[in-house]
């Protein structure tokens, strides 16, 4: 066992991960470890990934990064949800928000309300009460209010970026703090004989790295994790079968709005992603059900101009790796495990892993309490985005032989027994850790159809017509309010106008 404290870190992979991590590390422990980050530019990167979730914005205001400085560089636009295109059924849209539906109530959540109310007729979708959902269908944006009694205090934001120029950015970032970055392929790992762990790695060049801790960044082919410590993987296949996906860029042809969308098709889903300088485009598949070949045509088919790139094809599973710590290798991003990009996860996968391990950073005892520990942390996330994902393809409507096979699946215990919940009661399981909140899952249970049987009966203590008139007092302040915001195309251009 190594018996000194932990002085060099290795980062294998210079993609998002490699340069989220490097970054990070050097922020949080700056002069207190040597940091070198080995990265192929031979091999390049995955190349695709530009949509995430609110949390990015904690992982660059813990680096320090000016909000305005980073859009320009990484040509990034707003985003205030996810817009489901055809996933209940056929022609159905619908929004998953960064925003909570309504405004607090009182003791129990406003949805109960809102499903009372509908079993006495009214007729008004949830999403007329959520802020982010009508400014974004209005194709305008403004940050949050301050004011926590303001209604446009009821939501957060993320960002669309180009993950290539975020990774450079990041890149910048890290050596200006004294990371070293080499481009070299890793070419062997040499492991020691007596415990197992990484003594060093071999690059091409000859030259012999070590290290203390070794973070694997290295992408799918998990070259320290899986080809050298033979972590194994944890397929989820059997509830998440789409295992491909293309990918080709184009120009818009409608201004940008706030919104990715994701559009069900045949096989699988189509992701739009709007950026300042192009629109991210790609198919996700199940191979069973389509070939290479014909995703691509439908790719194409669909792009509202002409690709800008040669489309990119991609192969994955989805599943985990059974351990992600293990001896004195951490792995960070496509290394660690994959979930399909439906609900935008990967990045805040790659931030989680890096804030479990700066806070279980190791000391040199190599304790393995903190290996578990991390394992079990980051097993939780996976786990609870997992279950989030396949509740879109269980719940759906939509005819043809994939999706049929998906209304059909067995599901994870712990996602059944959040459905039963729901279609009782209307009742959201909450879960102390892992992602995905209350106003999550009601977006995607009332979106494609998931309906409850009753309501939270202390909903029916309240007057009717007192809440119908707060009801509608609450869509037309709302509604208002998002009109007399800025168009979100001008609002971008304006903040990154140097
Ligand atoms: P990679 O980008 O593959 O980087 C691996 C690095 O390791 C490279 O630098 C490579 O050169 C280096 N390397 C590999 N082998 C060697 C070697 N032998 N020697 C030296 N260096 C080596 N995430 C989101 O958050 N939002 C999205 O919308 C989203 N969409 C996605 C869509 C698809 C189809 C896919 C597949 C992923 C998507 N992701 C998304 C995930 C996101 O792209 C990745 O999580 C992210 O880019 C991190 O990738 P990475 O850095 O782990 O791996």
Redesign the pocket.
């Known amino acids: 066992m190594p018996d000194s404290t932990v002085r060099t870190v290795v980062i294998?992979?210079?993609?998002?991960?490699?340069w989220m991590t490097a970054a990070a590390i050097a922020q949080a422990l700056g002069p207190h470890v040597a940091i070198r980050l080995?990265?192929?530019?031979?091999?390049?990167?995955?190349?695709?990934?530009?949509?995430?979730i609110p949390h990015i914005r904690a992982f660059n205001a813990k680096l320090g990064l000016d909000e305005a400085e980073f859009m320009r560089s990484t040509q990034a636009t707003f985003k205030l949800g996810i817009e489901f295109r055809d996933w209940g059924r056929p022609g159905d849209s619908y929004i998953h928000p960064f925003g909570a539906f309504g405004p607090d109530l009182g003791e129990i959540g406003f949805h109960q309300h809102w499903l009372r109310l509908r079993a006495e007729g009214l007729e008004t979708s949830i999403e007329a009460f959520s802020a982010p959902i009508v400014i974004s269908r209005l194709g305008r944006f403004a940050h949050p209010s301050a004011d926590p009694r303001a209604l446009l205090s009821t939501f957060s934001y993320a960002y669309h970026f180009d993950?290539g120029l975020y990774?450079a950015f990041l890149r910048r970032y890290a050596e200006e703090r004294g990371v070293q970055r080499t481009d070299?392929?890793?070419?062997d790992v040499r492991l020691r004989g007596a415990d197992g762990f990484i003594d060093a790695i071999v690059l091409d060049t000859g030259e012999q790295v070590s290290g203390d801790l070794f973070v694997d960044?290295?992408?799918?082919?998990g070259?320290l994790i899986e080809q050298a410590l033979k972590a194994g993987y944890e397929s989820w296949a059997h509830w998440l079968p789409c295992d491909r996906?293309v990918?080709a860029p184009c120009h818009a042809q409608e201004p940008a709005t706030p919104l990715?969308r994701s559009t069900a098709l045949d096989a699988g889903w189509a992701?739009r992603?709007p950026l300042q300088h192009r629109v991210g485009n790609?198919y996700?598949y199940c191979s069973d059900f389509i070939s290479d070949e014909e995703a691509e045509a439908t790719l194409l088919s669909r792009l509202e101009s002409e690709p800008l790139a040669d489309p990119r094809r991609?192969r994955?599973q989805a599943g985990r790796r059974r351990k992600q710590w293990s001896r004195n290798c951490v792995a960070?991003?496509?290394?660690s495990g994959?979930l399909?990009?439906l609900e935008?996860?990967?990045?805040?996968?790659?931030q989680a892993a890096i804030g479990h391990l700066i806070s279980l950073f190791p000391d040199g005892s190599w304790d393995p309490v903190d290996e578990t520990e991390f394992n079990r942390l980051m097993e939780l996330e996976l786990e609870r985005v997992r279950d989030f994902l396949i509740l879109h393809y269980r719940a759906t409507q939509r005819p043809g032989a994939f999706w049929d096979a998906r209304r059909q699946m067995a599901i994870p215990d712990s996602l059944a027994y959040k459905l039963a919940l729901f279609e009782e009661r209307g009742a959201v399981v909450r879960y102390k850790d892992g992602l995905f909140q209350e106003p999550s899952w009601l977006a995607v249970y009332f979106g494609q159809h998931v309906s409850p049987t009753g309501f939270n009966p202390l909903s029916a203590g309240l007057p009717a017509e007192a809440l119908r008139r707060e009801f509608a007092g609450i869509e037309q302040a709302i509604r208002r309010q998002a009109e007399a915001l800025q168009p979100h195309e001008s609002y971008v251009a304006q903040l990154c106008a140097v």
Do not use: D, H
């Open positions: 294998v992979g210079g993609g998002t991960a490699g080995v990265e192929s530019s031979e091999i390049g990167t995955v190349g695709v990934g530009e949509a995430t993950a990774a070299a392929r890793v070419a960044c290295s992408g799918f082919r070259l996906a990918a990715t992701w992603i790609g996700v991609l994955f960070i991003g496509l290394s994959f399909e990009p935008s996860t990967s990045i805040y996968l790659i």
